[in-house]
Antibody, heavy 120, light 107 residues
Framework: EVQLVESGGGLVQPGRSLKLSCAAS????????MAWVRQAPKKGLEWVAT????????YYPDSVKGRFTISRDNAKSSLYLQMNSLKSEDTATYYC?????????????WGQGVMVTVSS | DIQMTQSPASLSASLGETVTIQCRAS??????LAWYQQKPGKSPQLLIY???SLQDGVPSRFSGSGSGTQYSLKISSMQTEDEGVYFC?????????FGGGTKLELK
């Protein structure tokens, strides 16, 4: 059974940093692209970051580019999101998701999510 | 960026009723579309990918169709457990984008 378990969320002041982790199990982690997706309270979904199987390629939307860094440790089956210079608009539930491909990329498994609140 | 527009924003349906949700892309996404269901307090779950392929384990009352810029998700017979919010997502071009969501309630 595929499982994705996020951790590391919490309350952080604007301008500070936070690092999220995602522990994966139930599949060969190193064979899959992985991603982070967030959801602001009562809002829709926003893709945040993607990383290739080896970690050599990463992709971000403009809203987080230069502030967030996605990384992975295939030996530990773990995914990370380093978030720097946090803003109030980064307040959201952050989901770790596995990516699959068939003509296009889609998120086939999601974690339960971890809440990040950016506030003074 | 490719904009994804869903309609309606909300709807209510009776048990056994057929429900259709629309998703329009701002440019051709060549069937690079997925649909997700999110129940209150839960993470999204994949229903459909490639515009019309049913994810393993998803009931056959769910189906997807469309091409170009216009796509739809159909629930052939509304059930209690189908209440939730439905999102479409294009995974063809970065940045990947989601529709705003359609809230489905039981009438």
């Amino acid at each position: 059974e595929v499982q994705l378990v996020e951790s590391g969320g919490g309350l952080v002041q604007p301008g500070r940093s936070l690092k999220l982790s995602c522990a994966a199990s139930g599949f060969t982690f190193s064979n899959y692209y992985m991603a982070w997706v967030r959801q602001a309270p009562k809002k829709g979904l926003e893709w945040v970051a993607t990383i290739s199987t080896s970690g050599s390629r990463t992709y971000y939307p403009d809203s987080v580019k230069g502030r967030f860094t996605i990384s992975r440790d295939n030996a530990k089956s773990s995914l990370y999101l380093q978030m720097n210079s946090l803003k109030s608009e980064d307040t959201a539930t952050y989901y770790c998701a596995r990516l699959n491909w068939e003509q296009h990329y889609y998120f086939d498994y999601w974690g339960q999510g971890v809440m990040v609140t950016v506030s003074s | 960026d490719i904009q994804m527009t869903q309609s309606p924003a909300s709807l209510s349906a009776s048990l056994g009723e057929t429900v259709t949700i629309q998703c329009r892309a701002s440019e051709d996404i060549y069937s690079g579309l997925a649909w997700y269901q999110q129940k209150p307090g839960k993470s999204p779950q994949l229903l459909i990918y490639g515009a019309s392929s049913l994810q393993d384990g998803v009931p056959s009352r769910f189906s997807g169709s469309g091409s170009g810029t216009q796509y739809s998700l159909k629930i052939s017979s509304m059930q209690t457990e189908d209440e939730g919010v439905y999102f479409c997502q294009q995974g063809l071009k970065y940045p990947w984008t989601f529709g705003g969501g359609t809230k489905l309630e039981l009438k």
